[in-house]
């Protein structure tokens, strides 16, 4: 038991690790009304371990810290990721296209007001949420079912004993 603990957690702080280096590195398209976070594309590895989804929580709380967000940006973005990455999980067993919806929809429910009430973003809501939603699906559905693809050949091999 104490094996599978401590991969579940080296696969959790890699994956948080990977999604603070995407976000880093992608910065200049990964704030703003029209973001294009490429390390949402991590929100597809609920479909192959539940260490995910505290690796994306803490890594989208790093990602943001270091990218110089305010603390609303900071705790609700990252709850948006958190509630992609458990409901993702969820729908797993789904076709990956279907299990991918849950941060798609998370954020764009919950980033554009971040952007109006913590960054004074003077846009309309719902510009917003189709500009953020045109992102998240860029990352989520494009992006992140191409790594799912990629990734299911190897999925016994890098994941096969992260399960709690």
């Not at 973001?35 to 929580?57: D, K, S, Y």
């Not at 990218?67 to 609700?76: E, N, R, S, Y």
């Amino acid at each position: 038991m104490k094996t599978k603990s401590v991969t579940f957690w080296t696969h959790a702080a890699m994956i948080a690790a990977i999604y603070v280096v995407l976000t880093f590195v992608f910065a200049p398209i990964s704030f703003g009304e029209v973001q294009i976070r490429i390390a949402e594309m991590l929100t597809v590895l609920p479909i192959f371990t539940p260490a995910a989804i505290p690796g994306l929580f803490v890594g989208c709380i790093i990602g943001n810290i270091s990218g110089g967000a305010l603390l609303p940006d900071i705790v609700f973005g990252s709850l948006a990721t958190l509630i992609g990455a458990m409901g993702t999980y969820m729908l797993r067993k789904l076709p990956k296209g279907i299990a991918v919806l849950p941060p798609i929809v998370a954020n764009v429910l919950i980033v554009p007001f971040v952007l109006r009430y913590a960054y004074g973003v003077n846009l309309p809501i719902v510009f917003m949420m189709l500009t953020v939603g045109v992102g998240e699906v860029v990352s989520c559905e494009l992006l992140g079912c191409m790594l799912a693809t990629i990734l299911k050949r190897y999925q016994g091999r890098i994941f096969g004993t992260a399960r709690m």
